[in-house]
């Protein structure tokens, strides 16, 4: 299809992560084949010298998360073909129960005053909240080899993402005290940082673990890393689980959320039963002692990005979507 409207991207954060992630790669992927398109609102790093006032009644809007969905939606007085972007796992654990209830209410009732749901997941929201408007586009991102790993003498694991409890680098420490031969990267910084900190010298492996502080690039952790370590209590599709399997770094990881709609037990990664520290070494010394399994899960790694996940499918899944709401507002 060619676009002919512009795109208004429309996000509230205070710091760039996964949603952020997905506006700047389809920001640059637009970009470079003369579409429009302005990301808007918060934060200033990644917003356009544009603004909500500029949208034209013929311009399409994308509320990208929650906060992007409640800010427009419930004060609305634009007409705009409007598309929402759920991020999130809305059976996320994290806050209390009548939180959750809440955001699942307003959710639904938002969701009535959008012409389109994506969801970068079928994990992320039922069909139920939105018949008949929510399509699954699953996050991409640029297929970066298509050599295959081989394990390296000592371990190198990495984990990205902010310090904190949820994103659960304290496991990872945890696990290094069985796994002697390793060493442990962490891209990132959060509220645990010096907790974390403490720990790794209390348990004797503060040697064997690397801070690197927050990145706005981490390739190069990639690079170094053999094996990427997904081990948060709740995510829905983390673009750092793709980044690793583009790089044809297998991922260990909690089958949390969508993970298991990427990562496939003993095919191009590994899925863990629960959160034991010896459960984790376990499963990293069943790959240290098989460096032709090692290789496969490489291997498929690469493989998976390629075929299933990879930017351009993202792209033109995005932009089937926006055809659709063109089509139906009879605008296109």
């Not at 997905?22 to 302005?38: G, M, P, S, T």
């Not at 069985?178 to 910084?189: P, Y």
Request: glycine letters at 6%; one cysteine or more.
């Amino acid at each position: 299809m060619q676009l002919i409207k512009r795109i208004f991207a429309y996000n509230n954060s205070s710091v760039v992560g996964g949603q952020e992630t997905y506006l700047l790669l389809l920001k640059k992927i637009f970009n470079n084949h003369n579409f429009d398109f302005y990301i808007v609102g918060s934060p200033e790093s990644i917003s356009s010298s544009r603004c909500l006032a500029d949208l034209n009644k013929e311009d399409i809007l994308v509320l990208n998360g929650n906060k992007s969905l409640y800010d427009l939606v419930l004060v609305k007085k634009t007409k705009q073909s409007s598309i929402y972007i759920q991020h999130s796992d809305i059976n996320d654990s994290q806050g209390p129960v009548y939180k959750k209830i809440i955001r699942k209410f307003l959710l639904y009732l938002c969701l009535k005053r959008v012409d389109a749901v994506i969801r970068v997941c079928n994990k992320c929201i039922p069909d139920k909240y939105a018949k008949g408007k929510i399509t699954t586009v699953y996050n991409g991102v640029e297929l970066k080899t298509e050599v295959p790993r081989e394990l390296s003498g000592k371990l190198n694991l990495l984990m990205v993402g902010a310090i904190n409890d949820n994103k659960n680098q304290k496991l990872a420490i945890e696990a290094l005290v069985h796994i002697k031969d390793a060493t442990l990267t962490l891209v990132g910084s959060g509220a645990d940082l010096e907790s974390l900190k403490s720990l790794a010298i209390d348990l004797g492996v503060s040697e064997r673990v690397h801070w690197a502080g927050f990145q706005d690039d981490p390739t190069q952790y990639y690079e170094q890393a053999d094996l990427l370590l997904m081990l948060s209590k709740n995510e829905a599709f983390p673009f750092v689980v793709l980044e690793a399997m583009a790089q044809g770094v297998p991922v260990v990881a909690v089958p949390v959320g969508g993970v298991p709609e990427a990562v496939q037990h003993l095919d191009n990664g590994l899925l863990l039963d629960g959160y034991q520290p010896e459960q984790l070494a376990l499963a990293i010394h069943k790959i240290q002692q098989d460096r032709a399994l090692y290789t496969t899960l490489s291997k498929n790694s690469i493989t998976t990005i390629k075929n299933k996940f990879s930017l351009e499918q993202m792209t033109q899944g995005f932009l089937t979507v926006v055809d659709q709401v063109l089509e139906k507002r009879g605008v296109k």
